[in-house]
């Protein structure tokens, strides 16, 4: 992966996170870090069980994300597939919160997993394409 993505990807501290609704519609959400990340191949996102976008995922997996740096006029956006996974136990995902993931209170949270497609780096004015390839 190209350093200049990676750092893009470390250090944004929020994401948009884009799922389908039932209609065919997008549904953006903004959402903190990944809780978990393997470059830009593989995200996990802390989001509420009871929730449209949770809702929209176990309806439709096609989603995207997208950060951006607005300083270096940055961005990159990914293609891909989500899962939903439970948890097991909050009190070992607690830990990894930030402040205000854990001021969110979800009574049903679960891990929005994200595996990528393709990705989309725009820098200085050009963009670059890079397509997965399949496992």
Do not use: W
Not at 94 to 121: C, D, M, R, W
């Amino acid at each position: 992966m190209d350093r200049n993505m990676e750092e893009l990807l470390a250090s944004a501290d929020t994401f948009t996170l884009t799922t389908i609704d039932s209609r065919g519609f997008p549904h953006p959400i903004a959402v903190s870090a990944p809780l978990e990340r393997n470059g830009f191949y593989y995200f996990k996102f802390y989001i509420n069980g009871e929730g449209r976008t949770a809702e929209n995922i176990r309806q439709n997996r096609s989603g995207s994300l997208f950060c951006f740096n607005k300083e270096t006029h940055e961005s990159i956006a990914l293609k891909g597939y989500f899962l939903i996974e439970e948890l097991v136990e909050y009190k070992l995902l607690a830990a990894q919160l930030n402040e205000f993931q854990k001021g969110l209170n979800y009574e049903h949270p679960v891990i929005a997993i994200f595996e990528t497609l393709s990705a989309k780096h725009y820098e200085n004015m050009h963009g670059e394409f890079v397509d997965v390839p399949d496992k």
